[in-house]
T-cell receptor, first 113, second 113 residues
Framework: GAGVSQTPSNKVTEKGKYVELRCDPISGHTALYWYRQSLGQGPEFLIYFQGTGAADDSGLPNDRFFAVRPEGSVSTLKIQRTERGDSAVYLC???????????FGSGTRLTVV | QKEVEQNSGPLSVPEGAIASLNCTYSDRGSQSFFWYRQYSGKSPELIMSIYSNGDKEDGRFTAQLNKASQYVSLLIRDSQPSDSATYLCAAGVYSGGYQKVTFGTGTKLQVIP
């Protein structure tokens, strides 16, 4: 596609529920990143994919968070047993090569009530 | 100490003036530097990247890098009200075979008509 597409744009869920956030990167971009941004903060790194594999998942806060990219294109970020502290904007970005700047998607605003 | 530091602002400049945004980084291994613009409620948009010491100009924007001082800046000439946004500085470090990018918290710029 022309840009990075993220769905849903907004997600409200109850504490303890499971959520999935989807990212469709720019066609041909092999590098895909998930970041999380809280109000007044810069984006915080979560995970990086090169192709199908998670090359660096050191930013995932705990084992409730997991991400996959099974065919090297679309990625899904999965959060189990959501907590109110998980509320943030989840940003996906892709790049042609990992030393280039990123193109971000429009983000998913997650609210846990 | 944060890895990438920026003054949160707001920085207010009159229309037509030069806006100067500054950033320092702590990791001397950083090799790539980026400036992103983020409008309120929107995702970050890459506006400049710089990889070597000196100045890089693109239209009304000039990025400056001084690796010895671990300092990056962005100058916006002839500032317009449409430039009002938060500007995120980011630094990339090669670690584990790929470039990991860390963002600052951003500087809010207000251009007064």
């Amino acid at each position: 596609g022309a840009g990075v597409s993220q769905t849903p744009s907004n997600k409200v869920t109850e504490k303890g529920k499971y959520v999935e956030l989807r990212c469709d990167p720019i066609s041909g971009h092999t590098a895909l990143y998930w970041y999380r941004q809280s109000l007044g903060q810069g984006p915080e790194f979560l995970i990086y994919f090169q192709g199908t594999g998670a090359a660096d998942d050191s930013g995932l806060p705990n084992d409730r968070f997991f991400a996959v990219r099974p065919e090297g294109s679309v990625s899904t970020l999965k959060i189990q047993r959501t907590e109110r502290g998980d509320s943030a904007v989840y940003l996906c970005a892709s790049s042609l090569q990992d030393n280039y700047g990123y193109t971000f998607g429009s983000g998913t605003r997650l609210t846990v009530v | 100490q944060k890895e990438v530091e920026q003054n949160s602002g707001p920085l207010s400049v009159p229309e037509g003036a030069i806006a100067s945004l500054n950033c320092t980084y702590s990791d001397r291994g950083s090799q790539s530097f980026f400036w992103y613009r983020q409008y309120s409620g929107k995702s970050p948009e890459l506006i400049m990247s710089i990889y070597s010491n000196g100045d890089k100009e693109d239209g009304r924007f000039t990025a400056q890098l001084n690796k010895a001082s671990q300092y990056v800046s962005l100058l916006i000439r002839d500032s317009q009200p449409s430039d009002s946004a938060t500007y995120l500085c980011a630094a990339g470090v090669y670690s584990g075979g790929y470039q990991k990018v860390t963002f600052g918290t951003g500087t809010k710029l207000q251009v007064i008509p």
